[in-house]
């Protein structure tokens, strides 16, 4: 039975993937070498962070007072009893990008749909980043995520030491299902010195 759902939920997968104007965590057309990837990667993530300003300006406090934030410009989402999801960001320390993130989701439960949406996790203090940075973090089923809108980050705070935001921007998704989502992180190397 587990097997016939695992295949279910595989088989939406890759039929949404197909689908014309479908929600994907990739790009379209994705970069050929890692370079040109991590460049279109950082451009997907400043466009997300000037989004998440425009939806809600009083998210800005966030960016400015936390210790760092990680922030993914597309996570995909695709379930139906069972559920996935993955997407890749870049972590910034003082404003500047130190690493980068990858996140991944498993889910049980009701669902049905495929999303795609920006996350942005903030760190209260360095404590906080560090816990992220040391690698294998994750929020089990309880976690608190803040859909962002207008005002919503202006009476939002952390938890944990953590704040997160999720703005949606394609897709559907209809859940009542339990989960976690992992995150793993990457430490950009140090420039050399002249």
Do not use: C
């Amino acid at each position: 039975m587990i097997k016939k759902l695992f295949a279910m939920s595989l088989a939406l997968v890759f039929a949404g993937a197909l689908l014309p104007g479908s929600v994907s965590a990739q790009p379209v057309k994705p970069a050929k070498d890692p370079v040109a990837q991590r460049a279109v990667l950082h451009k997907d993530v400043l466009e997300a962070i000037e989004n998440f300003k425009k939806s809600d300006p009083s998210m800005d406090r966030f960016f400015k007072q936390s210790a760092g934030y990680a922030v993914f410009a597309r996570v995909g989402k695709a379930g139906l009893i069972l559920g996935t999801g993955a997407g890749d960001g870049e972590v910034f320390e003082k404003g500047k990008v130190v690493g980068m993130a990858s996140t991944g989701y498993a889910t049980i439960g009701l669902q049905a749909g495929i999303q795609e949406f920006s996350e942005v996790l903030f760190f209260k203090d360095t404590a906080a980043l560090e816990r992220f940075k040391q690698g294998n973090w994750e929020f089990a089923g309880g976690a608190s995520i803040v859909i962002v809108k207008a005002g919503a980050a202006g009476s939002a705070d952390y938890s944990n030491g953590v704040a997160v935001f999720a703005k949606p921007s394609g897709g559907a998704m209809a859940e009542a299902s339990l989960g976690t989502q992992k995150f793993s992180y990457t430490a950009d190397p140090a420039p050399a010195k002249k």
